[in-house]
């Protein structure tokens, strides 16, 4: 058999995936949903990348897991009887046929705290620390009290924390058609099914987990869940947390929100800093109370260890390094967005791989693809992976690429990662076709995109990854270059995130209408991971990171702190910058790529690379209070989640108003930046 060239098997992997099949896995795949542990849609993923001649095993890990049983919300008269019961489920729906309450699953959270509570009601905005800050400041107290709060600006689970820290006994979150922006009834658009508007009775699920503390089974922090007696395990309060909450639709959210008017403070009351106080609902003041009249919030699962499946395919390579592709199968509902749209992406990039080794390719590099399990609890099948084999992974993964969902409705693609892995994406991006502007490709929009912001701009950049889906164990705890990648830019329907209504009947209608997203990525993830796989030198350019710091920095500085001293790491950042130049110019790779047998300059080129992202971990200990997370340039905002803060440990001091503090990390963080730079000195690349 010839040996496919890697022309041949970049140009096969583009024109292999297909509409039809594409759609056809995201029909079935959402058909019901799959919540984490459900060992019969592993084994048929894994089933399927067997018949493409991918060998393929499911591992199983023991995890510590909640499964709701029963949940109440009712609001009292002042005589204690009820005024107002939420039903706490959502509306079947004619033209949706998963839409069904039946079908789905109780509103309730993912390490939801059990427990039974009475209280009056506080109005907390977005239920952000600054928010309880606020109440605080002006004399409005949550001790005691019920919070309700509004979904968006930062995780859940951290409204909750917030919450708990400042003494309330319950949490309530609803979506607020204020984070909907043009999509709203009150603009004319029509609700779901009939229009792009979020449906009244839609209810976002999720884990309130303190994901930007810790992920994986909070019960071993730091190693894996494996099955048996012998797994020591620790107490999880650190990471979940100890007061009930519920999420609720917007629709049963107004007769509280009711409850409320006239009473406390109102968005006017706060001048400036309340200008977001107020939300989109018609005769809701969104006055802080507390409530005259109380409430009662019920929260009962039952909690266990319980087994859930990653599902592990394997492609040898000529060496052993390793590039890893993630997705996961667990969805709190049928989850056509979340996460099938990733999966049926996937299943066409396995199918894909599978033809391009019958035919004689060879990757250099071996392929992982994981479908991971119990990713919406807290990142949990990917977690314990990560520290399972965090001894291999450190010596030998390159790369981890990440597509949770391929659209959540938007057009343009979000990428988020290690500035290492940009060179490459801009790479491929300029390949593939774009799913919404003829005679564009996917770079065009990306580029156009962050134009819009920064108008002098030649080619697009990376975003800051945070926290929120597989790749937190391999970037943030691991120190392995990663990407996350979905079209989330530009979207044109308000995205029914962790609800019954995310669903076939919605992607067809408003997420993707003949599924054109779904194959941009599903050739973008593809061409990404035969690039990656199939060139003997990594198609990393160290100097894309010098130019992300730089960038970094002059923002630092641009804030103005006075007593900041930012010297010592500017000097580090500039020696970087000549440093990874240097390294990026001595490679030459069109010689070393011609012969794709592995040889001893390329191996070394090769962990120069890998290591430099690796330099950034802390090497005792990790970030203060959340020891798990250990990169140095960035982590999840500590009180955000999802959103990543660029080097942490002073921006968390200077939050704290401790420039003593941010000074001492300056020093901390300017010594791992030396090392890099140090990585490239001692290594004989010339």
């Known amino acids: 058999m010839r040996t496919l060239s890697q022309e041949d098997a970049e140009t096969l992997i583009v024109e292999n995936p297909e509409v039809e099949r594409l759609r056809s896995c995201s029909k079935l795949y959402s058909a019901k949903p799959h919540l984490a542990g459900d060992l019969q849609h592993a084994e048929r993923i894994r089933d399927l990348w067997r018949s493409y001649g991918i060998p393929t095993e499911l591992a199983r890990y023991d995890v510590l897991q909640n499964f709701p049983r029963h949940s109440a919300l009712s609001l009292h008269r002042e005589d204690g009887s009820i005024a107002f019961d939420a039903s706490l489920v959502e509306d079947e729906v004619a033209e949706d046929p998963t839409s069904s309450p039946q079908n789905g699953l109780p509103a309730f959270f993912g390490f939801g705290a059990n427990g039974t509570v009475c209280g009056e009601l506080v109005y907390a905005n977005f239920g952000m620390l600054s928010d309880f800050q606020l109440l605080e400041s002006r004399g409005v107290s949550v001790r005691g009290k019920i919070v309700i709060c509004k979904y968006s600006k930062v995780f859940r689970g951290l409204k909750v924390r917030a919450a708990e820290q400042f003494g309330a006994i319950g949490v309530i979150i609803y979506n607020d058609p204020q984070e909907d922006g043009e999509y709203t009834a009150k603009n004319g658009y029509k609700p779901y099914p009939h229009g792009p508007a979020r449906h009244p009775k839609s209810i976002q699920r999720g884990s309130v987990d303190f994901f930007s503390v810790s992920v994986g089974d909070p019960t071993t922090p730091g190693y894996p869940s494996l099955p048996g007696h012998d797994t020591e395990r620790q107490d999880p309060r650190h990471a979940i947390p100890s007061i009930p909450s519920l999420p609720i639709s917007f629709s049963d959210a107004i007769p509280l929100l009711k409850a409320l008017n006239g009473q406390g403070l109102s968005p006017d009351e706060f001048g400036e800093v309340g200008a977001d106080w107020r939300g989109a609902l018609d005769d809701v003041d969104y006055c802080t109370g507390p409530s005259t009249a109380k409430a009662t919030l019920c929260n009962e699962g039952d909690y266990r260890y319980s087994p859930i499946y990653n599902v592990i395919g394997t492609i040898e390579g000529l060496t052993e390094e390793s590039i890893v592709l993630g997705n996961h199968h667990d969805s709190w509902c049928c989850g056509a967005v979340d996460p099938v749209s990733g999966s049926a992406a996937m299943n066409e990039v396995a199918r894909g791989l599978g033809g391009l080794i019958e035919r004689g390719w060879k990757s250099y590099r071996k392929i992982v693809l994981a479908s991971w399990d119990n990713e919406e609890y807290g990142l949990i099948g990917s977690t314990e992976f990560g520290e399972h084999h965090a001894e291999w992974l450190t010596e030998n993964c390159v790369a981890y690429i990440n597509v949770d969902e391929v659209t959540n409705g938007g057009n343009i693609l979000g990428a988020y990662g290690s500035p290492l892995l940009t060179h490459v994406l801009r790479e491929v991006a300029v390949v593939i076709p774009s799913p919404v502007n003829e005679d564009k490709t996917v770079y065009d929009d990306w580029l156009l995109l962050q134009k819009e912001t920064v108008d002098s701009l030649e080619q697009p950049n990376l975003t800051v990854m945070g926290t929120g889906s597989d790749y937190t164990v391999f970037f943030h705890h691991l120190g392995i270059s990663s990407l996350d990648m979905l079209f989330n830019q530009k979207g044109t329907a308000v995205y029914p995130y962790h609800s019954n209504y995310d669903s076939y009947y919605w992607i067809e209608r408003f997420g993707d209408p003949g599924f054109k997203k779904h194959l941009a990525m599903a050739r973008l993830w593809g061409l990404l991971t035969v690039r990656l796989a199939g060139i003997p030198v990594l198609p990393f350019r160290a100097s894309d990171y010098a130019d992300a710091l730089k960038q970094h920095i002059k923002s630092l500085r641009s804030r103005d702190i006075s007593g900041l001293v930012l010297e010592p790491l500017e000097?580090?950042?500039?020696?970087?910058?000549?440093?990874?130049?240097?390294?990026?110019?001595?490679?030459?790779?069109?010689?070393?790529?011609?012969?794709?047998?592995?040889?001893?300059?390329?191996?070394?080129?090769?962990?120069?690379?890998?290591?430099?992202?690796?330099?950034?971990?802390?090497?005792?200990?990790?970030?203060?209070?959340?020891?798990?997370?250990?990169?140095?340039?960035?982590?999840?905002?500590?009180?955000?989640?999802?959103?990543?803060?660029?080097?942490?440990?002073?921006?968390?001091?200077?939050?704290?108003?401790?420039?003593?503090?941010?000074?001492?990390?300056?020093?901390?963080?300017?010594?791992?930046?030396?090392?890099?730079?140090?990585?490239?000195?001692?290594?004989?690349?010339?």
């Open 571 to 686: 000097m580090s950042i500039s020696r970087f910058e000549v440093t990874m130049k240097a390294l990026d110019s001595t490679v030459d790779r069109s010689e070393l790529d011609a012969s794709r047998r592995p040889c001893p300059k390329v191996t070394e080129v090769n962990k120069v690379y890998m290591k430099l992202e690796r330099s950034f971990l802390r090497k005792q200990g990790g970030l203060p209070g959340r020891p798990w997370y250990k990169h140095l340039i960035f982590a999840p905002g500590l009180w955000a989640g999802y959103d990543g803060v660029v080097f942490p440990g002073i921006t968390e001091c200077l939050e704290n108003d401790d420039v003593n503090g941010a000074n001492a990390w300056i020093w901390e963080v300017a010594e791992v930046i030396d090392r890099a730079c140090s990585i490239v000195d001692e290594a004989r690349l010339n």
